[in-house]
């Protein structure tokens, strides 16, 4: 578990350097009381551990940039890779104070320790493409949703892919979520493509990533219960990650088909291998109407009837 006597933890992500685990999270001051204002004041903190249990925490990897820039307001979920040559990269969401934190858009830092990183350029490296992806217009919905990178290999060698929440630009407003689609040859230099599915019940498909568990390819995400529709909120399915069986992990991912993996309070959830057994890591949310705030301890899943179940009383 990680949990920080000043700061609140949510969103995070990870990295295995050969020796140690690295985890990634969003932090932001409880000084702040309502932790409905962490968003905004979220930075990039840091922290190793030998097992994914006990954790030591390092500098923050990001804050915010000085402004004027176009993530000078907050630094928001990513993902980390070690690119070939060896130099790692992060993926990251940025805000910025000029449009109060309305437009998400995506950037890098790099590093060659994992513990100093350094912004890629001064540009993002994308941003929502309105070809095929919603762009903010202050009524359809809350924001111009464009984050959570995660970035991956191409299976077959073909570069690299990245998934990212996004929204398409037609349909029920309500339920626009899709997995947003960029690909790469050198890493640096990205492409928008189409989403990798289609809005199917999801205002929103929050910090998505990809795996084979068990020999499926799976796809996760996470979406709050009022943003779901109707049909898919009531009755309740128990729990706010969602698991997708597919054909490949590029996609395209028929979420239609998407299974809740039943816990109380987990949010953006990771999966993350540890001496070869597949775990979710992710934060407490609200529990009795408190907000948590803590990364949990592994819990072991697997692959079972077309989505993720805990192995066995791990809850």
């Known amino acids: 578990m990680l949990r920080l006597p000043d700061h609140w933890v949510w969103d995070s992500w990870y990295a295995h350097d050969g020796a140690q685990h690295h985890a990634f999270f969003l932090r932001a001051s409880r000084a702040l009381i309502d932790p ?137 407003p309500e339920e626009r979520g899709v997995i947003g689609h960029a690909r790469s040859a050198d890493l640096l230099n990205w492409e928008p493509q189409p989403p990798l599915s289609k809005p199917d019940g999801f205002g929103q498909m929050e910090v998505p990533q990809v795996a084979v568990i068990d020999g499926q390819p799976l796809l996760i995400f996470c979406c709050n219960p009022p943003e779901l529709a109707p049909r898919l909120r009531d009755p309740r399915p128990g729990g706010s990650i969602w698991a997708v069986a597919a054909d490949s992990i590029t996609g395209p991912f028929d979420i239609g088909r998407a299974r809740p993996f039943p816990h109380p309070s987990l949010y953006a959830a990771r999966l993350v291998r540890n001496d070869d057994q597949w775990s979710l890591i992710g934060f407490r949310d609200t529990e009795n109407d408190a907000f948590i705030g803590e990364l949990t301890d592994p819990i072991p899943v697997q692959y079972l009837d077309g989505g993720l179940t805990a192995v066995s009383d791990t809850l």
């Open 36 to 172: 409905d204002r962490r968003h905004l004041r979220a930075s990039v903190g840091h922290a190793v551990s030998p097992d994914l249990r006990q954790w030591t925490l390092k500098p923050d990897a990001l804050v915010a940039a000085d402004s004027p820039a176009w993530d000078d307001m907050a630094t928001w979920t990513g993902s980390v890779m070690q690119a070939p040559g060896g130099k790692w990269h992060m993926y990251y969401t940025g805000v910025s104070r000029a449009e109060s934190g309305l437009v998400q858009r995506i950037g890098l830092a790099t590093s060659d320790d994992l513990i100093t990183w350094t912004r890629y350029g001064d540009v993002p490296l994308l941003e929502a493409d309105p070809r095929w992806y919603e762009k903010y217009d202050g009524t359809t919905w809350f924001d111009e949703a464009w984050r959570d990178p995660w970035v991956f290999a191409d299976p077959d060698g073909d570069g690299w892919h990245m998934l990212i929440t996004a929204r398409a630009n037609e349909g029920e």
